[in-house]
């Protein structure tokens, strides 16, 4: 079992907006490790911003699949455009209680992370068994 975050730019997407409606499974697109993701991962919500952290934790429901982006997206060019997905199903929506990017830095064991070191980076990044349980204890 890996261990993933994916990242949700609120300049891009609504994700919050979601995360306060309740919606609880999702289509992620993603671009990388794609042969690598596979149903029973365990998935965490990215929110990227001046209050990063993690807004969402769950669970991968299935692989990777190719889907349009829907009308959602707010860059006009972002819409319709062929990407791929993952479906994931939310467990605990944090979105009230997010566990911030400093909180996961203090605690210890965070500070490697790749979406620590390179958040640019293609989504998803993997987490080691380590980083993911930080993110348990902070949970």
Not at 98 to 112: R, T, Y
């Amino acid at each position: 079992m890996s261990n993933w975050p994916f990242q949700g730019n609120p300049k891009r997407y609504p994700v919050l907006d979601h995360l306060l409606d309740g919606e609880m499974e999702v289509d992620w697109s993603v671009t990388r490790h794609l042969d690598e993701i596979s149903g029973g991962d365990n998935a965490a919500l990215w929110v990227s911003g001046k209050r990063a952290g993690v807004y969402a934790t769950g669970y991968v429901m299935d692989s990777p699949y190719i889907g349009r982006a829907d009308d959602e997206w707010i860059e006009p060019a972002d819409r319709g455009k062929e990407l791929n997905f993952c479906p994931i199903q939310w467990t605990e929506n944090r979105v009230d209680r997010p566990i911030l990017k400093g909180d996961l830095l203090a605690a210890g064991g965070f500070e490697q992370a790749r979406i620590i070191r390179q958040p640019w980076a293609g989504n998803p990044m993997k987490l080691t068994n380590a980083e993911w349980r930080v993110i348990e204890r902070l949970g």
